[in-house]
């Protein structure tokens, strides 16, 4: 027995990580043709649009793919970013685990340094070829060009060939790789990938020229370079028990204090003192000398604690304005009636690190009706186009009871039927992917409850926005009716018994009996025209506040001619409708100037100190923010209260009302 132990021993070597990944190509994207292609493009695009934020350019990335015979294609990715130093561009393209982000605790697309390296080596694997790389900076007059493969054995760039060559750009990367593939169309295509780039990555300017030779432009919608991350350590809340152990055992701190203070983030030696106090470990003990109970009390103790959230600069959400326009800059054609502000929720932590879930629904216009809704899934801003139901996110989707919210579920759980389409967006310093091909994200608890918080946030938006049209639709239909129809009615009744007609307005309140509130706001030659029509269908004079959460700096003086009464926070306005008659009209009708379409493209509009019951177009504000400013006579009238009287409205409590989402 010991002799086949010892001929067991023999054949036990250890293998390159690149072998390992070779025989395994699957893990890393490459399973298919088909997704194999689109592997290929998405790696050097993360990579283009890293290195372009990191260096502060706005992205303008081309995107080529040639076909050459039945099933191979070249891939050609360039970009204006910083290029790549000579010495590091082998080691960059050509190493698996190679780069600078893994140990980073910053946002970034490329987290493991495998991606662009695995394309090179499945390209060599497929085709045999070489891959082709061309890099200049700034302050060199040539690029630097080679042709290069990975040595599997020893994981290791080999150069073939490199040269240095003219090239007009002034700084940038090229990037030219021959892989088995095959090209499609339809949602998961190398067309569905970049125009989620695009959506999610507003300020970069994407070409893609795709086989048929038709250049596609995804044109930039935004200016503004997302800032740059900056790298944290671990925030304390989630870290393992393993992960502490290891962190005091090479940590040069010589205290436990010290140790607290200045490897983890929003730990102050007043805080790491208390910590130690809790968990009962000498503040002055060694890190290295740390027991396994010891590190046990240390985590409960961080439990108990006050510890700040974790900072936000290490993350780069994009914002609920830039989600906004990227949708409306890509989706702009299927031409949708809503576009619910998206939610930025505030950051969280897991295992020790930040993240943040962003949200936007996109309703009606010309999106099917009959079909599934569709989950557009991001995580560091790139698409996820895989593996969509093994993801945190769509099971998160599938978990909110849709039907509160205006859309259909059948059974009451999984993705809602209806004319939709959900973005949402993970951005964290460690995304917790399922695989190295990072296809999905794992159903961390954490993530998963934050997501379905933000679903239910921007769902509630989407529901008041469909209450709001269904009650508009409701009272036009009415007031058509008995606008059109019993003027009709007492023409020719009038006209049978040879009598005038009478006078409808006291009829037409009667049966209406409604104060309706139309509202509209237009963009035209770079202009809002906001427009709000007061309809007093009641038999009695009404008197209320009414509540518009613009941009008050932003309106034209000349075009607005009824002044509010209040100006709060500089977007609270409110103006006071005296003694509105019976049958009368009133309009409010103004112009924003300086403000872009996507930044406002819905009224908010709210009244107070009226029946909620007696209201049509609008909400009632929710508490009613002015009913205090509002007494009661004995005769059930509303007065206005002398000012300075006791019980004036407080405007600060009504702007947090108008903004309590619950």
């Known amino acids: 027995m010991s002799s086949i132990a010892h001929e067991l021993a023999k054949k036990q070597k250890e293998i390159s990580v690149s072998e390992f990944f070779e025989k395994n190509k699957q893990i890393l994207g490459f399973d298919s043709l088909t997704r194999a292609l689109i592997t290929s493009v998405k790696e050097p695009v993360d990579n283009s649009l890293d290195a372009c934020e990191d260096a502060s350019i706005l992205p303008e990335i081309l995107v080529r793919v040639e076909k050459n015979d039945n099933s191979e294609y070249t891939v050609t990715v360039e970009d204006n970013g910083p290029g790549i130093v000579k010495k590091q561009v082998p080691n960059v393209f050509a190493r698996l685990l190679y780069g600078s982000r893994f140990h980073t605790r910053a946002q970034k697309r490329g987290q493991q340094g495998i991606g662009v390296s695995a394309v ?46 003219i090239w007009d750009r002034p700084h940038g990367t090229s990037f030219q790789v021959h892989v088995k593939g095959k090209y499609i169309g339809g949602k998961q295509s190398i067309f569905e990938y970049l125009k989620g780039v695009a959506i999610v990555n507003p300020h970069a300017k994407i070409t893609f020229v ?21 790298e944290i350590k671990p925030h304390p809340e989630g870290v393992e028990l393993g992960e502490l152990l290891s962190m005091a055992k090479y940590t040069e701190s010589l205290k436990m204090t010290s140790f607290l203070n200045t490897e983890f983030s929003r730990i102050s030696y007043r805080v790491a003192r208390e910590v130690c106090e809790l968990a009962g470990v000498p503040p002055d003990q060694k890190p290295d000398q740390m027991t396994l109970e010891q590190a046990g009390a240390i985590l409960e ?16 959400p994009i914002g609920e304005t830039l989600i906004r326009k990227g949708l409306k800059n890509v989706l702009g054609p299927l031409k949708a009636d809503f576009y619910a502000p998206p939610i930025t929720r505030e950051p969280k932590v897991f295992a020790g690190n930040p993240f943040v879930v962003e949200v936007g629904i996109v309703y009606g216009g010309e999106l099917n009706k009959e079909e599934p809704v569709q989950i557009l899934r991001f995580a560091n801003r790139v698409p996820l186009m895989y593996q969509q139901g093994a993801c945190a996110i769509t099971q998160a989707v599938e978990a909110v009871d849709w039907r509160r919210y205006g859309l259909e579920q059948r059974g009451g759980t999984g993705i ?61 239909v009415k007031f058509e009716i008995v606008q059109d129809i019993i003027p009709m009615i007492a023409q020719k009744s009038a006209k049978i018994v040879g009598k005038p007609v009478p006078k409808l307005a006291g009829t037409i309140t009667k049966i209406m009996n409604v104060v309706w509130i139309d509202e509209d706001v237009k963009f035209e030659k770079s202009r809002h025209h906001i427009s709000v029509k007061i309809y007093n269908y009641t038999p009695k004079s009404q008197s209320f506040h009414l509540h518009m959460l ?50 406002y493209d819905e009224n908010e509009v709210y009244v107070s100190g009226i029946d909620p019951a007696s209201v049509i177009g609008v909400e ?15 005769e059930g009238a509303p007065e206005e209260k002398e000012e300075g009287e006791e019980g004036e409205v407080d405007y600060d409590e009504g702007a947090e009302a108008i903004n309590n989402e619950e």
């Open 120 to 165: 090179v080596m499945y390209g060599q694997l497929t085709t045999g070829k070489a891959t082709r790389v061309r890099s200049k900076i700034s302050d060199e007059d040539v690029a630097y060009e080679c042709d290069l493969i990975l040595d599997t054995k020893k994981n290791r760039p080999d150069i073939i060939k490199d040269d240095f060559v």
């Open 210 to 230: 795709p086989p048929e030779g038709n250049a596609i432009v995804f044109e930039r919608a935004s200016d503004q370079v997302p800032p740059p991350t900056k």
């Open 301 to 316: 103790a961080i439990k108990k604690v006050k510890i700040m959230s974790p900072e936000t600069d290490c993350l780069s």
């Open 416 to 476: 809602p039927f209806g004319p939709a389409i959900v973005l949402v967006h993970v951005a964290s310093t460690k995304i917790p992917f399922t695989s190295e091909s990072k296809e999905a994200i794992a159903n961390i608890p954490e993530i998963r409850e934050e997501i379905e918080l933000a679903l239910k946030a921007c769902a509630r938006r989407l529901k008041t926005h469909l209450n709001k049209a269904a009650k508009r639709s409701k009272a036009r």
């Open 550 to 599: 613009l941009p008050f700096d932003k309106v034209d003086p000349k075009t607005l001619k009824e002044k509010p009464i209040e100006v709060r926070e500089g977007n609270k306005v409110t103006w006071d409708i005296k003694r509105l008659a019976s049958t009368e009209i009133l309009e409010l009708n103004f112009d924003l100037h300086g403000v872009s379409q996507e930044q």
């Open 620 to 634: 009632v504000l929710p508490g009613d923010w002015d009913l205090e400013h509002l007494k009661i006579t004995e």
